[in-house]
């Protein structure tokens, strides 16, 4: 969670459904979490930006499945309820030993300030950045051989009452600047598979930035599973095996760094 705002009210729900379940085991029958288990023994592993909704942390997994050592990396304050509720989940499953590091992965110098990791997870982060290529090349640079990214993507073709939208081909939408026609699309789109997104079909007066301060709480971008492989490919990465996930709403993609 690079730095994820949302109304008081939606973050104390989150947060109290996160307290009650927080020591619920992984589900080893997700893509992302069987490849975790089957290549973490031995090596170290961060997952960057895994606070937000606790249960969905990986540092607890890692650890559970031999690696050497595990990282919790996140831009929130140390005190934040975020960190507390990471801790307790930790605790519950009885795991210890976890190294916890405060950063924002946009900072140019996160690989030194961090270190660097043989396998890095991260995941709901690159489409709440203003420059989804930067944010993938800032975790190049912390993974020594594996990365394992998630991300909300659309389909390539969106067909609505309100007419057709077209994301093959490379194509993307820079919500900032989302046109009428096509923010009506997408909403049509997201009111179908029950997604609620600001800017797109939830009212919001959320600034994506504000006197140089760049806000991480929005989604920046819409673009296709086959657009972040290829962006993947480009920054220097071998996509090993790849998986929708959420019903097809997001896409796992497990790399080797080339």
């Known amino acids: 969670m690079l730095g994820l705002k949302e ?4 973050r104390q729900s989150r947060l109290a459904t996160a307290l009650e379940t927080s020591a619920e085991l992984p589900d080893m029958t997700l893509f992302q979490n069987r490849m975790i288990s089957n290549h973490v023994r031995d090596l170290t592993f961060v997952d960057v930006g895994g606070l937000w909704g606790t249960n969905n942390e990986k540092v607890t997994l890692a650890l559970q499945s031999g690696a050497k050592t595990a990282t919790m990396a996140d831009m929130q304050e140390m005190d934040n309820e975020w960190w507390q509720a990471f801790r307790r989940r930790a605790a519950q499953l009885n795991v210890s030993g976890y190294a916890e590091k405060l950063v924002n992965l946009d900072d140019p110098r ?3 300030k961090l270190g660097t990791f043989d396998f890095v997870h991260c995941s709901g982060i690159v489409y709440h950045v203003p420059s989804p290529f930067y944010t993938i090349q800032r975790l190049a640079s912390l993974t020594k051989r594996y990365l394992l990214l998630g991300s909300m993507v659309v389909p390539e073709v969106i067909v609505t009452e309100s007419g057709e939208l077209r994301f ?9 600047a989302i046109g009428d026609r096509e923010r009506t699309i997408v909403a049509e789109h997201f009111n179908g598979v029950s997604l609620s997104v600001a800017h797109i079909n939830l009212a919001s007066n959320e600034h994506f930035s504000r006197n140089g301060e760049i806000n991480y709480g929005p989604w920046w971008w819409l673009y296709s599973s086959k657009t972040m492989k290829r962006m993947l490919e480009d ?12 019903e097809g709403r997001s896409h796992y993609f497990f790399c080797e760094k080339v």
Do not use: C, L, R
């Open 235 to 246: 920054i220097g990465f071998k996509v090993i095996e790849h998986a929708p996930a959420w």
């Open 110 to 112: 996160v690989h030194e």
């Open 7 to 10: 109304p008081f009210h939606v």
């Open 168 to 176: 093959d081909g490379g194509q993307m939408i820079y919500i900032p």
